[in-house]
C-alpha cells in the first residue's frame, strides 16, 4: 500500500497536499523520509515541496523580514537533511520539522541580538501596501493611514515577546495549530502552551495599549 | 465578590476568546460577561487585538521564484555529502564511550593487580635494602666450592630486574611478616652459616630436616634473597632452590630452615 501511495504522490507532488487524510501524510513522508536517507536526491526535494510554505511562514513570523525568512528556510532544511538518519520511524515527521525551524528562528534572533540589530529596524514594512489596500476598499485615507500603523504596532509587538512565547503565540494563533500539537513541537506541556499563549496576547495588548496612549498623549 | 471574579476573569479573558476554556471555566465565564461591562470590553478588545493580529501577519505571498530560490541551494549544497544511514559507530560520542570504558576496565586490572600482589612487609619496608638477586658467589659461610651457576637460577635472574619484596615475601611467611619466623629460621642459618666446607656439596644446603635436604640435593638451581630488617644488626638471608617453589610453599611451614641470620 505504501509503495502504490509512493507512486501516486511522487507522480504529482501538488496532489498530496491538503486533501490527503493524517495518517497518509505520515507514511508518505515516511516513506520519502526513507528514500531520503538512502541518498535519493528526489525524494527530499518532494518533502521540501510538500512543507516549504508552512516552514518559510513560520521562520517569516518568527524573524519578521523575508531574507531573514529565506536562510532560515534554507538553514532548516539544511539540517533535516544532516539529522535524518536520527529521525525515529514512527515520529510526526512534520512536528520535528516545526521543531527544527523553531530552534532555526531562535538561532537566528540569538545571532541578531548578538550583532546589536535589533528586531525593530528588521521588520519587514512590505506588508504596509496589503493593509492599504484592505483598509483602501472603505475608501476613506485617514482609516487607510490608522489600519496600517495598527498592523505595523502589532508586528512590532509580536517581535517584542520573549521567543518561547512568541514561538507559541505563532504556532497557535497564526499558523492554526491546536494547543496539543503546538505542545509537541515545542516538546512542552499543553498547559504551559496555555500559559505561555495567554501571557503572549496580554503582552501584546499591553504594548499596544501603551503606544497609542503615548501617541495620543 | 465582582473585583475577584473580574480579576480572574481578565487572567482567562485571552484563552476564552481564543476558545481554550473548557467544561466549568468556560461556562462561569460566559456567565460573567453577560453580567459585567468591563469585562465585556476587554474581552471585545482581545477579539479585535488577535484578529488584527492575524491580518498584520497574514503571510505575503513570496512567488515561485522564492520557494525554488531555497530548494536549488539546499539541492547544492546537500549534493556535497551523503546521509549517513544509521549514526556511525566511530561518531565522537561512542569514541568518547569507549574511551571511558577502556579507562575504567584498565583501572580495575591495575586495581586487581595491586590487590592479588602480597604487601611489603611493615618493619622492613620502611629501610628495604631488600635484595632478591641471585648469589653471584657463595653465601656468607656456605660452602665455597658452591658455583655461581649452581646457585643461579634463569627464573630468579629473570625476576632480579623487578622489586624483590614485593614478590618474595611468601618466602618470609604468608603473612608477610617476618616477625615469627625469625626465630624457626634461626636454627636453620646456623646450620648454614656453621656448614661452611663440611656441608655436603650434593645437598648443596644442608639443613635440619632430611626431606629438604632430599629436596635440595635434588635441585641444582638456589636463589638467595637477602632482607635488611629494621634494626640494622638484623639482616635475613633467605635460599631456596627454585625448581621445586610450588611444593616449597605448600611445606614452608614445616620447612623454614633455608634462611641465614647474621
Redesign the interface.
Known sequence: MVAEMAHIFLTDAQEMTPSVREEEHADYFAMLVTR????D?LA??RI??AT??RV??IA??MLGN?DD??DA??EV??RV??Y???FRAGEDFRGWLYRITINVCHDFARKKRLAGLTQFEEIDL??EG??FE?AGRDGDPENLALHAQ???L??RA?QSLPMKERAAL?L???EGFT?EEVARVLGSRPVTV?SQ??SA??K??TY?DKLLRKRVG | MRKTNCKRMKKVMSLYIAGDLVGEPEREAASHLATCDGCRQLASEFAEGSSLLTQACAQPDFGGEFYAGIRSAVLKEISHYRVPSKPSIFGRRWLYAASLAAAIIASGVMLQYRRSAPETPQGLASNSPVTDRPTSGPAKGADPSLSPQLLESPRSSRRSRRPAVVREPDALNPTGTARDDRKEIAPAIGALTAGGPAASESATLSGQSASSSSRAASSSEVSRIEIQTANANIRIIWLSPRDSRKSEESNHDQDPENGDRN
Request: with cysteine.
Open positions: 531520503a536517507r538512502a541518498g536526491a527530499f526535494e521540501m515541496l516549504e510554505q518559510v511562514s517569516w513570523r523575508r525568512a529565506h528556510a534554507q532544511y539544511l537533511f544532516k535524518l538518519a536520527r512590505g506588508q496589503a493593509a484592505a495598527q498592523l505595523a502589532l508586528r509580536l505563532v497557535r494563533d497564526l494547543t496555555r499563549v495567554s496576547r496580554a501584546i495588548k499596544c
